[in-house]
């Protein structure tokens, strides 16, 4: 019986915080942000091991009526320098549509915490896109796989 209230306690105080989160993640528009993701080339399992990843950066446009525009796509280094732009010109994504971009396994120039930093802009406001990286170990056997989601780090609105 204690169980069952301790049970019912937890979701109706954390029911409303879902709720609140999810609604806060609908209503937010923008004309533009930049994004920071966090990226790995390589994850240590013992002090003098580590294992190669592959990192794939994935943007998706979520908002299902506006367009925006990939304005440019760093792949910065551990040092916070940049190694390379990932797009030579824009890119329009379609409502709905997504586009990823590869760092292969063997490239190991951004070191153990490389990043993306990208940029997006829209005429009108829109929904702020997903943008993750997707790690993967990607050699035959099982291995090490994860996601690290983006976080926006500049935000411009129409009040700007």
Do not use: C
Not at 65 to 77: D, E, R, W
Not at 99 to 107: A, E, F, H, Y
Not at 128 to 149: D, K, L, N, V
Request: aromatic residues 8%; without cysteine; hydrophobic residues 40%.
């Amino acid at each position: 019986m204690m169980l069952k209230r301790l049970t019912l306690f937890v979701a109706l105080t954390l029911w409303p915080l879902q709720s609140f989160v999810q609604a806060q993640d609908i209503a937010e528009r923008a004309l533009g942000e930049t994004i920071y993701v966090p990226a790995y080339s390589r994850i240590f399992s013992y002090p003098n091991r580590s294992d190669l990843l592959a990192s794939t950066l994935a943007v998706h446009n979520v908002d299902p009526k506006t367009s925006i525009t990939l304005q440019n796509v760093g792949y910065h280094g551990e040092g916070g320098e940049l190694i390379r732009t990932l797009l030579e010109e824009p890119f329009v994504l379609a409502p709905l549509q997504s586009k990823t971009v590869l760092i292969p396994i063997n490239d190991t120039s951004g070191g153990v915490g490389a990043n993306f930093l990208l940029t997006w802009t829209s005429d009108e406001a829109a929904l702020s896109p997903i943008a993750e990286a997707i790690m993967t170990s990607g050699i035959g056997g099982p291995g090490p796989s994860f996601t690290s989601r983006g976080r926006v780090i500049e935000r411009r609105t129409a009040k700007d």
